[in-house]
């Protein structure tokens, strides 16, 4: 109970400080998860109709998957430089692999009877591709868009050791002075919009699946 009352007071005191990293944390995360979502998209379009690169690709994606977090941010760092720029760089690469992966399995997914039935009718590989295997896969991608925004917003938190903004900057300032109502209130903040943007995702991925079913 008393350190849920340090919180709070942390909270009151540094209000606008904390309105301020919560913004720079939502600019920051948004920026990657755009960018992994665009592009891991077309990757996973492209490589659902090239299968002989889907398991080069997927498993160069796995590669950079594994790798911490951390050692990514320090690899970039002497190429990109510290702050936002490495951040949005180490944070799309992480939320390209999910999407991929998901954009490809989801358009695989599509029955083959459809796809032939629409060839049969004269669409093309665009109409089949944007009008038939995306808006089926649509369950499926929003799943991993799911998973990659949930990621991205609490792996946004190591950025602050590199420079960048956001909330990670109230745990690595209250890891240094030792206090652990700011390292907590950071902490559960990050955590929060996580567990909020799953939910609405989540919301979102049950009326998709619900109409694929009904399809």
Same mark, same amino acid.
């Given at each position: 109970?008393e350190l849920?009352k340090?919180?709070v ?10 309105a301020q990293l919560?913004?720079?944390?939502i ?17 996973g ?5 090239h299968d002989?690169?889907s398991?080069v690709?997927l498993?160069?994606a796995n ?5 911490p ?5 320090g690899? #970039?760092?002497p190429f &990109?430089g510290?702050g936002?720029k490495t951040?949005?760089t180490? #944070?799309t ?7 991929v992966?998901n954009t490809?399995?989801g358009?695989?997914e599509?029955?083959e009877?459809?796809? #032939?039935a629409?060839? =049969? ?6 109409q &089949?591709?944007?009008k038939?295997?995306l808006?089926?896969?649509? =369950?499926?991608?929003v799943a991993?868009?799911?998973n ?11 950025a602050?050791f590199?420079?960048a ?5 109230a &745990?690595y300032r209250g890891?240094?002075?030792y206090?652990t109502? #700011?390292t907590?209130g ?5 955590a929060?919009l996580a567990?909020v943007s799953?939910l609405?995702?989540?919301k979102m991925?049950?009326i998709?699946?619900?109409r694929?079913?009904y399809?």
């Amino acid at each position: 109970m008393e350190l849920i009352k340090e919180v709070v007071q942390v909270y009151m005191e540094r209000r606008d400080w904390f309105a301020q990293l919560i913004m720079e944390h939502i600019a920051l995360s948004a920026t990657a998860i755009v960018l992994a979502g665009v592009i891991g998209l077309f990757i996973g379009m492209w490589i659902s109709e090239h299968d002989r690169m889907s398991s080069v690709i997927l498993g160069i994606a796995n590669v950079f998957y594994t790798i911490p977090s951390i050692s990514l941010l320090g690899m #970039l760092i002497p190429f &990109i430089g510290i702050g936002n720029k490495t951040a949005v760089t180490a #944070l799309t690469i992480y939320g390209i692999m999910p999407m991929v992966r998901n954009t490809y399995t989801g358009i695989k997914e599509v029955p083959e009877e459809i796809v #032939l039935a629409a060839k =049969g009718m004269g669409s093309t590989d665009f109409q &089949i591709m944007t009008k038939i295997k995306l808006p089926m896969a649509l =369950g499926v991608i929003v799943a991993g868009v799911r998973n990659m925004v949930v990621m991205t917003i609490s792996v946004a938190a190591i950025a602050s050791f590199i420079g960048a903004g956001g909330l990670g900057v109230a &745990i690595y300032r209250g890891i240094t002075i030792y206090n652990t109502a #700011l390292t907590f209130g950071g902490s559960f903040l990050i955590a929060l919009l996580a567990l909020v943007s799953d939910l609405l995702l989540g919301k979102m991925e049950k009326i998709f699946k619900k109409r694929r079913h009904y399809q």
